[in-house]
């Protein structure tokens, strides 16, 4: 019975994450066409957070370069928006389980 539980865990998660990718594209898209405004806002939000986190302290030139390379905007962007596709998908998981959840009275 164990293994049928690990298994059925591995898919709810598993699913919880191709639907969180594909909320990240669904909100994109609708973003870009209903919301353009608020995405430059965010835009430039994203860029002042890269210019505060982008000379950080106690690092050597290598450690600075490779830093540069791998924090920029497009990689901050893609973190605040698998974290808010994660959050609303983990959200309508939790309703869903509330609502068809057996009661073992």
Do not use: H
């Not at 950080?56 to 924090?71: F, K």
């Not at 974290?83 to 309508?92: D, G, H, K, N, W």
């Amino acid at each position: 019975m164990f293994i049928f539980s690990l298994f059925g865990s591995v898919f709810r998660s598993s699913a919880k994450l191709v639907i969180s990718f594909a909320l990240v594209i669904v909100i994109l898209v609708l973003a870009f066409a209903f919301a353009p405004n608020m995405v430059r806002s965010a835009q430039d939000w994203i860029e002042l957070l890269n210019d505060k986190l982008r000379t950080p302290p106690l690092l050597d030139d290598q450690a600075l370069i490779l830093y540069r390379t791998l924090v920029n905007e497009n990689t901050i962007f893609g973190i605040i928006m698998t974290l808010l596709s994660r959050a609303i998908v983990e959200v309508v998981a939790w309703i869903f389980g509330r609502a068809f959840k057996k009661d073992e009275t």
